[in-house]
């Protein structure tokens, strides 16, 4: 491959990628964390799936007419001729690893996690990256509005643990193959008499994929979807009987919702329960959550009848609201000790003691190039590090060491375990 780099070129990360930087990047691991935490609570268990898949696979269950397919995948052929894409969601390869995995065995209902990076080719917004990183769940084997409700109430209790507050929860039902064809031809009938007032991409989409016109958020094509027939009044009593229950259950719960009859979500396999929930705090672009039952995909991947249901979060706008409303900052652990010294014997004594002091959980960093005590204390205290230990030949031969306490301005002189417990009893949280 020629490279059309000439030595005056600067490289840049690409458009809608970031760089997540030492500070942040501790933030990021530790609210990953507390995701786990917090799904542990639930009894739902972590699943690392590849970052690349056969692209059929996004082709076969997200659809074909989605946006995510049919523009957003990073798709290319591998040296083997293989259809490969990089990751553009969660559910798809977790459908795919259960049955590979035969996960069907499992006792059901099988509850699974993920939290990976993935990949869309989309115009990068506030929130919105061409690579980002998602939470989802995914509840196998059971067709109970009590799923449902749980999945929601794992949502709650995941935003609640990032100390969100002001969260509204969106709720609607999409039907089933039974009730849905039904619902589809009406809508498209109101749609092809209203055809005039939409934009060309809803015109586009009223044959190919008539319910993602509904949640269009172009004004033009929002008034004209106000007066759109509701898919709640055209369910069949199954899917009416679900929905009800859903929400009965989630009023028990005092969890707040509001129907939303426009509300569809944009991937083909969905079924039923559909939600979405946003922070009031983000603006107009504040979904921050979204998901729904999956009833036929498992099957239609190649696996038994399974009904299933799930939800996926993007942790970047997340991230963001945490940051502007400092809702919860999580405290990284920092270097304790400077070892200053003066090169030669007195470097290599201080690699050694450095090695004590960690092996016990102290964290330490060495003066690796031997510049002395006034260098030390510069770096030292720039860097904000509370101590600053010093070892000189005097120290060597006596292994009474001086150790300055940089906060309080004051110094003594004393041996490896006495310097242990000093610092250990003013950071017990070490
Ligand atoms: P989706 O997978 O489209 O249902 O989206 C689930 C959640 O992931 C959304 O509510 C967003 O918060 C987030 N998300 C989706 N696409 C992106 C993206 N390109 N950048 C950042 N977050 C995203």
């Known amino acids: 491959m020629n490279s059309p780099y000439n030595g005056f070129m600067k490289f840049t990360r690409l458009i809608g990628t970031k760089d997540i930087l030492p500070g942040e990047s ?47 995948m990073y798709h290319f052929r591998d040296k083997g001729d293989r259809e490969i894409t990089l990751k553009p969601e969660g559910t798809s390869s977790v459908v795919r690893a259960y049955l590979e995995n035969h996960l069907t065995d499992w006792t059901k209902p099988v509850k699974l996690y993920y939290l990976d990076r993935y990949f869309r080719y989309e115009k990068p917004q506030k929130g919105r990256y061409r690579e980002f990183h998602q939470y989802g769940a995914e ?31 969106q709720l609607n039902s999409i039907g089933c193959p039974a009730c849905r064809p039904r619902y589809r031809e ?28 509904l949640d269009c958020k172009k004004e033009t094509c929002q008034k004209v979807l106000a007066e759109a027939p509701a898919i709640v009044e055209y369910l069949c009593s199954d899917c009416a009987v679900h929905f009800l229950t859903l929400q009965k259950y989630l009023q028990a719960l005092s969890l707040p919702f509001q129907c939303n009859p426009r509300l569809v979500r944009g991937f083909d396999y969905y ?50 609201i945490i940051q502007e409303t400092n809702s919860i900052l999580f405290h990284e652990p920092s270097t ?25 959980d102290v964290n330490t960093e060495v003066d690796l190039e ?48 006495d310097i242990i417990h000093t610092v250990k009893a003013r950071y017990a949280s070490l």
């Open 26 to 72: 501790y933030q990021w691991i530790a609210l990953q964390n507390r995701l786990r935490e917090a799904s542990a609570h639930f009894g739902y268990r972590e699943i690392i799936t590849p970052m690349i898949e056969m692209t059929h696979l996004f082709i076969h269950s997200v659809g074909d007419v989605t946006d995510i397919v049919s523009k957003e």
């Open 139 to 169: 509840c196998f084997g059971s067709e109970s509005p009590a799923v449902d409700t749980e999945m929601i109430q794992l949502a709650f209790h995941l935003l609640q643990c990032m100390g969100m507050k002001e969260l509204v929860l």
């Open 186 to 213: 009406i809508l498209v009938s109101f749609l092809t008499a209203h055809e005039l007032a939409l934009c060309p991409e809803c015109r586009n989409r009223t044959d190919k994929n008539p319910l993602r016109v």
């Open 271 to 320: 079924n039923r329960t559909v939600f979405e929930i946003s922070s009031t705090s983000l603006g107009s672009q504040s979904a921050l959550l979204g998901g729904g039952r999956y009833d036929y995909l498992v099957e239609m991947l190649g696996g038994p009848s399974t009904p299933a249901v799930g939800f996926a979060m993007g942790l970047e706008r997340a991230m963001m």
């Open 336 to 360: 304790k000790i400077w070892i200053a010294n003066f090169g030669g014997e007195t470097l290599h004594e201080s690699l050694t003691v450095a090695d004590s002091l960690r092996r016990v």
């Open 370 to 417: 031997g510049k002395g005590i006034k260098k030390s204390l510069e770096i030292a205290l720039k860097k904000e590090i509370p101590y600053l230990l010093i070892i000189g030949e005097d120290e060597i031969k006596s292994q009474q060491y001086t150790l300055k306490d940089l906060q309080l301005k004051s110094q003594q002189t004393m041996g490896l375990s």
